[in-house]
């Protein structure tokens, strides 16, 4: 029931109506199961790409302990408050969020170095989350690797979620494990809501090594995760580059790895983009005989 | 007008369930229980483990509403040591004869039509159907029988109870542990080619050795 302004009752035709009048964001978080395959890295340029296309975006650590999206980021040193600081009623949110230094509709919540992650409780959690959730269109979540405390709250508001993967076994069967828990553990899963939506990101892709079978291919890991691929990115040097200057690397215009993550937000908001980066490139005449890139 | 007194079968299913119930399963059991005997009424309750009556009042409430939806309900709770009183829940407790030959009668068929991801654990009394891929480390747990319409990576325990009749079917067959009855195979190497991703069924024989044949 809704409340007209005279305070009377007023009959809402269904609960949706009710539902469209504050904003709908997505919460999507970026998760892995396996440590070090590039959930950082792709929580910072997806949160940017959004932002870029104008949407008000906010990218939120989880990885409570280890401070390192607002390093990627470039905001290190504007952390006064943080994520849980919030949730502990120490700061407000307004106080804890931290607009970006070149990119207009995008804001961080960073993760405490200090404490530890039995900070973040469910209910803290969700309050965070449903008041971002009237201020913004996408509210991305950076989880921590393994399946703990930190790992699990990440993922459980999501609607959509990014597993991120690199091209080998461990990482492709950690995936998996991922995807078990969100179709089981996941708040959707829990109140029998629609499923959430599971996209696969490949990071670190080297098509070289995958020719020389050193790695596992595109088709390798869709036949073991069997969920639609939404990005492959490459293996490049210019990631650590970004890192080094505190800018994301979808930022590095120009570049494959820039490239390639554009090409996944636009596929993400459902825009139909071929897959770049993908094959050996061949290399011409005059450039094997003169080097090149 | 005369007055007679006939005696009267006052029939029940006696429902065993544990404090923390998996929901779905008891709904499915529900359904099934309406199929195999659609004039199903009484249930009477005996609880597997000991649970206060306040912790129990909520599930207690959602029993009445689910079992009401399928125009059952609860006469009574079964008697049992882990109960003291006369009354639990607002059901009267009824003693029972032990020695009541209480069969499990209805095992119902579970459909999985979701990939079985690692790491998660599919159990049921009946038949398990499964329709997706069974990834590496998932395991499809049955008393019965076990049929995988995709490819099967992972674990599959059929028989789980002991029964030997149970089977295995699979389409894709690249299973890394199989079992019936407890007569298991660990499989660590890479699969012979005439069995390696065939259609495949696996069974217990005489001998009690257990056979995978290739369907092709
Ligand atoms: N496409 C890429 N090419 C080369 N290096 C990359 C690429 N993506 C990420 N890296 C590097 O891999 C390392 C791990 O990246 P990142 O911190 O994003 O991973 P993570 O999954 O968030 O790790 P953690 O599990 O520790 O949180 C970093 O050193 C980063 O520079
Ligand atoms: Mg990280």
Redesign the pocket.
């Known amino acids: 029931m809704l409340k007209n302004k005279t305070g009377n009752f007023v009959k809402s035709k269904s609960e949706k109506v009710g539902v469209s009048m504050t904003k709908s964001a997505k919460v999507v978080v970026v998760t892995?199961g396996k440590?070090?395959?590039?959930?950082?890295?792709?929580s910072a340029s997806f949160a940017t790409g959004l932002a870029l296309r104008g949407f008000k975006t906010v990218v939120i650590d989880f990885?409570i302990g280890l401070r390192?999206l607002d390093l990627i980021m470039g905001c290190e040193r504007r952390v006064v408050y943080d994520f849980v600081n919030v949730i502990a009623g120490e700061a407000t949110l307004y106080q804890a969020m931290i607009k970006d230094k070149s990119c207009e509709n995008l804001y961080i919540l960073a993760a405490s170095q200090t404490k530890d992650k039995d900070a973040l409780t469910e209910e803290g959690v969700e309050k965070v989350i449903n008041d971002l959730k009237k201020e913004f269109d996408y509210i991305v979540c950076d989880s921590?690797?393994g399946i703990e405390k930190g790992a699990f709250m990440a993922l459980y508001f999501a609607d959509e979620a990014l597993v991120?993967t690199n091209p080998e076994v461990s990482s492709v069967r950690d995936s998996d494990r991922i995807l078990g828990i969100l179709s089981s553990k996941s708040y959707r899963a829990k109140n029998g809501d629609e499923k959430v939506k599971e996209h696969l990101i490949v990071?670190?892709y080297n098509p070289e090594r995958v020719e020389n079978g050193d790695m596992l291919s595109i088709d390798d890991i869709k036949d073991i995760l069997r969920i639609p691929v939404l990005g492959v990115?490459?293996?490049?040097t210019d990631?650590?580059q970004a890192?080094n200057t505190g800018t994301p690397a979808v930022n590095l215009q120009g570049t494959n790895?820039s490239d390639a993550y554009l090409d996944l937000v636009a596929r993400f908001l459902g825009e139909d983009k071929p897959m770049r980066f993908t094959n050996v490139e061949k290399k011409g005449l005059m450039q094997r005989l003169f080097g090149g890139k | 007008m005369s007055i007679k007194l006939h005696p009267a079968r006052f029939g029940y299913y006696i429902l065993k369930i544990s404090a923390h119930f998996d929901m779905e399963e008891f709904e499915a059991k529900m359904l099934a229980l309406k199929d195999f005997d659609e004039d199903a009424k009484y249930i009477a309750l005996e609880l597997l483990e000991l649970i206060s009556e306040r912790e129990f009042q909520q599930q207690m409430t959602i029993l009445d509403e689910t079992l009401a939806k399928n125009k059952l309900f609860i006469c009574f709770v079964v008697s049992n040591p882990l109960i003291n009183g006369t009354v639990f829940c607002g059901k009267p407790v009824v003693n029972v004869e032990n020695n009541m030959d209480v069969k499990n009668v209805i095992p119902s068929t579970k459909m999985i039509n979701y990939p079985v991801r690692s790491g998660i654990i599919i159990r049921n009394d009946g038949d398990i159907i499964v329709n997706e891929l069974v990834s590496h480390n998932a395991e499809v747990i049955s008393d019965s029988n076990i049929h995988v319409y995709n490819e099967c990576r992972g674990k599959l325990i059929a028989g789980a109870n002991g029964d030997k009749n149970a089977m295995i079917y699979v389409q894709r067959f690249n299973a890394e542990y199989i079992s019936i009855a407890n007569v298991f195979q660990v499989i660590e190497d890479k699969l012979p080619e005439r069995l390696l991703n065939k259609a495949v069924k696996i069974f217990l024989d005489d001998k009690e050795r257990l056979n995978v044949v290739s369907l092709n």
């Not at chain 1, 440590?35 to 792709?42: A, E, I, L, R, S």
């Not at chain 1, 990115?233 to 490049?236: D, K, V």
């Open positions: 892995s440590g070090g395959v590039g959930k950082t890295t792709t990885d390192n921590p690797a991120v990071t670190r990115i490459p293996e490049s990631v650590l890192s790895v």
